[in-house]
């Protein structure tokens, strides 16, 4: 058994709670199991507790073992100086906190049901990508619709983790946690990284000063991004390496460390066309930004309008193209742009301001998104499950990732239907 799964019969009372004892004989009467705590210390607080009719109030700590205790060292913490009451499943010590005092403890065994145990282990032991598959289907699809709207809210806290870091990088100026982000995940995957090293190396703030000058966006891109070969025979390779010259002096620039992906990448999304995609965008950037402050949407320029004398025919500085390529904003990287950057980033932005209409305005955006397309949404569609919208899609996504993955079945409310079912 793990610990998890204890927490959870604790927390719902699903074990005898006839002719509760200490193990040293004392009469205990729950009032209140107390909150499961989600930070370090011990794991539920708030609790109340009555032993031998006296009434405690704090902290309760769950290990599978008491030896446990001080294996993690809780007898040499003051945070755990305030546990009222040990529940344990086998009482193999007695346990002291750090002032020398006998912490009263429950044994749970014996008293937690087999059925309980057995669908658990079934669970955990499930060698399928979705372990309930054989359950979910009769989940009442209201709960299951609802369990969706806070997984989907789950998501989006943990972007916001992510978001806040660029945001702190970038010295708390929004436009640049906007740019940083964007381009990031005009990469992908495969080269997000490098290009929000790209981005900490030469700031919008910087760009904007050439906003209206193409060529000098686009050398000064390439040559921060080291991707302007050496001594190449290409006269257009050649004249970014000049003005790349000229404007790395005036600027101080320096080129970024991480390294270009190429590799199963489709050509056309080359990090090479990427950077040249993005010297399109910028002119739209900070009034795209600027809509968003304004709950408005985002409105990207024709694609008609983004042809260029040498990208719309190159995929990369030696790869030419047989004929002219597509070079634009696809719908699809549109999708990808509004599900990933556009709604974490608005959502972050009302918590971190206490703006209830852009955590609003984020849901909108992920609502008016089609359903994402990949590995984890089929899966869901083998059972039967289909995403209505971005929104739901990204839930699933949530769902399948942080819980299924990893057998999180007890904090899950499909697989906690199931273990306490009657």
Known sequence: MREDLLQFVWAHGLFDLSNLVTTTGEAIGIERFGSLNSIAGPDFSDARIRIDAHL????VEIHIKASEWNQHRHDQDP???NVILHVVLENDMTIYNQNGELIPTLELKGRIGKSIIKRYQSLC???????????????????????????????????????RLIHKTADGNWLETFY??????LGQNQNKLALQELCRKLPFNTLSKHIDQPFQLESMLFGVANLIPANSQVKYAQRLQNEYE?????????????????G????????TRRIALLVKLLPYLQRGYNNLMQSEEIKWPDSSSFDHEYWSFHYSFKDEAKQMISFRLSDGLKQILKINVIAPFVFFYGREVGGDRFIGQALTVLESCKPEKNRVLREWQKLEIEAQD????????ELRKQYCEHKNCVIC??????????
């Not at 359950?135 to 989006?156: C, G, H, M, T, Y």
């Not at 940083?180 to 995940?185: R, S």
């Open 180 to 185: 940083t982000l964007f381009v990031g995940y």
């Open 79 to 81: 945070a755990y100086n």
């Open 56 to 59: 405690w109030i704090g902290n």
């Open 125 to 163: 032991e499930s060698k399928r990508r979705i372990p309930c598959e054989g359950f979910i289907k009769d989940f009442p699809k209201i709960q299951f619709n609802a369990w969706l709207e806070s997984l989907l809210v789950n998501r989006l806290e943990r972007k916001s983790n992510d978001i």
């Open 413 to 422: 409310n499909v697989g906690k239907s199931l273990i306490q079912k009657q």
């Open 390 to 397: 971005g929104a739901q899609s990204q839930a699933l996504i």
């Open 264 to 271: 199963g990448i489709r050509p056309e999304a080359f990090p």
């Open 246 to 262: 000229f404007l790395k002096i005036k600027y101080s620039l320096n080129e970024i460390s991480q390294q270009w992906k190429f």
